[in-house]
T-cell receptor
Framework: AQKVTQAQTEISVVEKEDVTLDCVYE???????LFWYKQPPSGELVFLIR??????QNEISGRYSWNFQKSTSSFNFTITASQVVDSAVYFC????????????FGAGTRLFVKA | KAGVTQTPRYLIKTRGQQVTLSCSPI?????VSWYQQTPGQGLQFLFE???????NKGNFPGRFSGRQFSNSRSEMNVSTLELGDSALYLC??????????????????FGPGTRLLVL
């Protein structure tokens, strides 16, 4: 069975602090994809990043960075110098299966960034 | 390019009624998926349509159904509404392969959702 765990339900930081959102996944598939989505108060899920199981290279995009470690089945997301606009719920998701994949979402982490 | 649109954005119904939600995917996208989001259960997959055919279905009762039209627009229907159906219903579209194959890792683009309240 596949599973995505985001153990942090809520995180509160002060603006300009760095924050890391944890994501641990479970799957027996060797080919899979991992995603991070951001859900602002408006409700729409915004795609942030996609990684496949064969590419463990870390990625940086502006203030965002992702650390993918297959050895620990983790795909953590770090926001550097957080801003109030980063306040949202962040979801980690796992896509598995060939021919008819399904996407499993974690429970989400609500991030509050205070000015 | 316009994003995924969903109508209506908000809806209030009473128990026992039925409801139809609509989703228009991004132009050129042929796969449409529906998700239910609730505080208790989180984001759960409902079903996915491609070329007017349902290809995948989540673990929801038969009261939840959907369809897709030839222009890729999709509708979701919930009959005999229950209080527990109150949720944010999200629609996502993706390109899908030229032959309709699902591309593992393909990005889904989500609409703003329809917030349904059942009284």
């Amino acid at each position: 069975a596949q599973k995505v765990t985001q153990a942090q339900t809520e995180i509160s930081v002060v603006e300009k602090e760095d924050v890391t959102l944890d994501c641990v996944y479970e799957t027996r598939d060797t080919t899979y994809y991992l995603f991070w989505y951001k859900q602002p108060p408006s409700g729409e899920l915004v795609f942030l990043i996609r990684r496949n199981s064969f590419d463990e290279q870390n990625e940086i995009s502006g203030r965002y960075s992702w650390n993918f470690q297959k050895s620990t089945s983790s795909f953590n997301f770090t926001i550097t110098a957080s801003q109030v606009v980063d306040s949202a719920v962040y979801f980690c998701a796992l896509s598995v299966g060939a021919g008819g994949f399904k996407t499993i979402f974690g429970a989400g982490t609500r991030l509050f960034v205070k000015a | 390019k316009a994003g995924v649109t969903q109508t209506p954005r908000y809806l209030i119904k009473t128990r026992g009624q039925q409801v139809t939600l609509s989703c228009s995917p991004i132009s050129g996208h042929r796969s449409v998926s529906w998700y239910q989001q609730t505080p208790g259960q989180g984001l759960q997959f409902l079903f996915e349509y491609f070329s007017e055919t349902q290809r995948n279905k989540g673990n929801f009762p038969g009261r939840f159904s959907g369809r897709q039209f030839s222009n890729s627009r999709s509708e979701m229907n919930v009959s005999t509404l229950e209080l527990g159906d109150s949720a944010l219903y999200l629609c996502a579209s993706s390109l899908a392969g030229t032959s309709g194959e699902k591309i593992l890792g393909e990005t889904q683009y989500f609409g703003p959702g329809t917030r349904l309240l059942v009284l």
